[in-house]
């Protein structure tokens, strides 16, 4: 989400004005044998979620519960825009919603969703299970990704500083640190979280804006040209090796530095339609064997115990989420950024 989507957000939530929404679903449930038979005569669960290539989980959870999974996808820019809207009206279709940390808490505190803590997110991090509302399921992490055909691994940049050598001028690619409000919040994480000194920090930046690095609106577009060996580096999701494998794509840092991201969360509907199919979604979501799908086949980086995306050496990694920032501070450091990097 860009810092003009997150305004937009915010302004259209703002516009919904939506009244408290009371009724609280338990906060204990099961997956057993006569809440599923709830859930089956129920029907289906309705899925509204930002999340790509989950095609595989859907199936899974029809085949394993007889329960028929409906997923919406919504864009990051109506994502919030239709959820407040429709339940603003009393209309909302979704029994669960999932999307980045910062949308989920906009909806808690509108009451849009339910507490529930699910049976299946037992051994997930305390950090992951605090809020009543929202379960978080994984991180969005960030790193960088060189081209293996064009830089040996003995050359590649072994910790984040690396980036800052000027022999990389003009070879590196990143979403624009001005605008693209994930990028932003990763770059103040490495000062929070890897960098000794903000006087480091600030060091390391002013050294990868020499080097001149190629801007695009997001991370999506950011694997492109590593791969194609336009550029040798990009700043980027080491979830592409996955999704463009047998593309040439390796990561770093391999030095022992930790990976950062935004947490993926998701919650059920305070109202939701099919409350026990809803319930029953949520404890699928969870489960290990749904969390492998969606580590195996799209190389997420999830918090059910013990299961990795099948990259090299990430499961030795340190990942970890980086703080919400507030608009204003994405507003503070996409000024800053836009001229440590020349960027707009």
């Known amino acids: 989400m860009n810092a003009i989507d997150r305004r937009i ?21 099961a997956a057993d044998e006569t809440a599923l038979s709830k859930a089956k005569a129920e029907g289906k669960a309705v899925f ?4 790509t290539s989950v095609k ?6 029809n085949a394993d519960t007889g329960i028929d999974g ?8 109506k994502f919030l825009p239709t959820i407040l809207t429709e339940s603003g009206a009393g209309k909302l279709l979704a029994d669960v919603v999932q999307a980045p940390r910062p949308m989920l808490e906009l909806l808690n505190e509108k009451k849009v969703l339910a507490p ?58 990143m979403a624009n640190p001005a605008t693209h409000s994930s990028t932003i919040s990763w770059l103040v994480g490495l000062k929070e979280f890897v960098f000794k000194s903000e006087a480091d920090w600030m060091q390391y930046l002013k050294g990868l804006a020499a080097n001149q690095p190629m801007f695009v609106d997001s991370f999506g577009p950011t694997p492109a040209p590593v791969e194609s060996g336009e550029k040798l580096i990009g700043i980027s999701m080491p979830k592409y090796i996955i999704t463009k494998a047998p593309a040439p794509l ?8 930790p990976l950062l991201g935004t947490p993926r969360a998701i919650g059920v509907a305070a109202h939701a339609p099919h409350p026990n199919a809803a319930r029953a979604f949520m404890d699928f979501w969870l489960s290990k064997k749904a969390m492998s799908l969606l580590a195996k086949d799209v190389g997420e980086y999830v918090l059910a115990p013990g299961v990795f995306p099948p990259i090299d050496g990430i499961d030795k990694v340190k990942v970890m989420p980086v703080r919400d920032l507030s608009d204003s501070e994405i507003q503070k450091w996409g000024h800053e950024f836009g001229q440590i990097f020349a960027a707009k």
């Open 116 to 173: 529930y803590h699910s049976p299946a997110a037992a051994g997930y991090p305390d950090w992951a299970t605090k809020d009543a509302g929202i379960t978080l399921f994984g991180i969005e992490y960030v790193s960088y990704l060189y081209n293996k055909d064009h830089v040996k691994e003995t050359d590649a940049p072994k910790r984040y500083e690396d980036l800052a050598d000027p022999k990389w001028k003009g070879k590196i690619v």
């Open 70 to 77: 409906i997923y919406t996808r919504l864009s990051s820019s």
């Open 250 to 257: 390796a990561w770093g840092p391999r030095g022992g530095q």
């Open 9 to 29: 957000f915010l302004k259209l939530a703002g516009a919904a004005g939506l009244a408290g929404i009371s009724g609280a679903l338990p906060s204990a449930y």
């Open 56 to 61: 595989a989980i859907m199936k899974a959870f």
């Open 48 to 51: 509204y979620a930002n999340i």
